[in-house]
């Protein structure tokens, strides 16, 4: 195993952030006076181990090109869904000549917040391992299983329609439970294959670490920092500024 590979950098910025309800994409939400892709670059900037990034963006994108950022960029045009996006990138590194080897470090321009000791961590991990490492942080809050109440429950006069019959069903065990984070580093070979086989399949995968959990290959877990949030509704914006504020 090549031990010391060269490190390549991926943001994916395709999406829409539907969930964030904004009329612009949210990578290109403010904070700071920044965008959130513009943190994201500058914060992976800050990592001795990264020198270009490559940007994953949408066909129809007409900002990215007009930001200035911390590192050299390369534009790649992702895809409809998050994988199909990085299986573009993946793609393009591998022409411009990377070895099968080395590995490949994907971050969610949504995350600007992510310290320079867990970038560095996670891909200090990644180096002794056959496919990769994430960045994910312990489950601290007590996790419900939510079920629908069945209708005999209710009277007749009930206010509440199908949809809102969303009750606790049971507790679940959060021992072993971790919340995803980004980066995420590969081997791109390894990547790359398997990103063949979840097109193949037409698989569902919902971060890169899921497309080897299909074929039961092991990714390692690193601690990251509660601070490493992820912008999905607007009342975030107001955390990471705060955290973002706080790290300067």
């Known amino acids: 195993m090549n031990t010391t590979p060269n490190i390549h950098t991926m943001i994916v910025a395709a999406g829409r952030g539907s969930r964030f309800g904004a009329v612009i994409a949210k990578q290109y ?9 513009q943190h994201s670059v ?6 001795g181990y990264i020198n270009h990034c490559y940007l994953v963006i949408a066909a129809d994108d007409e900002v990215a090109s007009t930001l200035t950022f911390a590192l050299p960029i390369d534009y790649v045009i992702g895809g409809a869904e998050r994988w199909q996006s990085v299986r573009a990138g993946v793609s393009a590194i591998l022409e411009s000549g990377a070895n099968k080897s080395d590995l490949i470090l994907i971050h969610d321009a949504a995350r600007p917040a992510v310290p320079t000791e867990d970038i560095d961590s996670v891909i200090t991990a990644a180096m002794s391992e ?3 490492a994430i960045l994910a942080a312990p489950v601290a ?24 019959n969303d009750y606790i069903k049971t507790t679940v065990n959060r021992q072993h439970m971790w919340q995803a984070q980004t980066p995420q580093v590969f081997r791109i070979g ?29 990714i390692r877990l690193v601690s990251g920092s509660r601070q490493n949030i992820k912008l999905t509704f607007p009342d975030d914006a107001i955390v990471l500024a705060a955290i973002m504020t706080a790290q300067a």
């Not at 939400?29 to 892709?37: A, F, G, S």
């Not at 500058?42 to 990592?47: I, P």
């Not at 996790?143 to 007749?156: E, I, V």
Request: glycine share 2%.
């Open 29 to 37: 939400t403010k904070i700071n006076e920044q965008t959130l892709l």
């Open 42 to 47: 500058t914060r992976l900037a800050s990592s």
């Open 130 to 132: 056959p496919y990769g």
């Open 141 to 164: 809050d007590t996790l419900k299983l939510s079920a629908a109440l069945p209708k005999q429950h209710f009277d007749d006069s009930s206010e509440f329609s199908d949809s809102d």
């Open 190 to 218: 390894e990547l790359s294959r398997l990103l063949d086989y979840i097109n193949e399949h037409q698989l569902h995968i919902t971060d890169e670490a899921s497309a080897f959990e299909y074929l039961d290959l092991p």
